[in-house]
C-alpha cells in the first residue's frame, strides 16, 4: 500500500512538472514584431495631424444648486472627430451635442465639476451618450477652450 502511494505522488509530482514545462516553452505568445508596430503608430499619428476640431460656440447651462445660490457653468468647447468626413456631422448635430451637454451638466454640483476628475468624466460622458445618439463613434476627444464656474 505504501509502495502505491509512493508511486502515485510520483506520477502526481512528475505529471504537474509537465503541465510546467510544457506551458513555459510551448505555449508562448508569439513575439510582438517591435518595428512593424513602430511604424504602425507612426502611420496612425500621420493620420490624425490634419484633424481640426469643430468648435461649439459658448452657452451657458444652470448647475443643480441650492435656491440660495445659484450657480452655472460657461462653457465653450472644441470637438475633435475620428476622421475628417466627421466635422459635417458634428456641425449638423450641434444643438444635440449642446442638449446632452445640458441634460448631463443639470444633474452635476459645481464641487463635482470643479476638480479635473470631474471634468474629465464630465467629458466621458458627454463623448460616450453623444457617440451612442449619432449611432457611431464620432467624437474622439473634447477640448474645453471656455470652463467658468459662477
Known amino acids: ?88 456631422l458634428i456641425s449638423k448635430n450641434e444643438f444635440m451635442i449642446k442638449d446632452v451637454v445640458i441634460e448631463l451638466a443639470t444633474k452635476l454640483s459645481p464641487e463635482e465639476v470643479e476638480t479635473v476628475t470631474g471634468k474629465m468624466l464630465f467629458e466621458s460622458r458627454i463623448k460616450k451618450q453623444v457617440n451612442a445618439k449619432l449611432g457611431q463613434p464620432v467624437i474622439k476627444q473634447i477640448f474645453f477652450s471656455g470652463f467658468v464656474i459662477q
Open 1 to 88: 500500500m505504501l509502495k502505491i502511494l509512493i508511486y502515485l505522488n510520483l506520477a502526481i509530482a512528475l505529471a504537474g512538472t509537465g503541465v510546467v514545462f510544457y506551458s513555459h516553452n510551448f505555449i508562448k505568445p508569439a513575439p510582438t514584431d517591435q518595428i512593424a508596430e513602430k511604424l504602425k503608430l507612426k502611420e496612425g499619428l500621420g493620420q490624425n495631424t490634419g484633424l481640426t476640431p469643430v468648435p461649439i460656440k459658448k452657452f451657458t447651462v444652470n448647475l443643480d444648486s441650492d435656491a440660495n445660490r445659484l450657480r452655472f457653468l460657461s462653457l465653450e468647447m472644441n470637438v475633435l472627430p475620428f476622421y475628417e468626413d466627421q466635422k459635417k
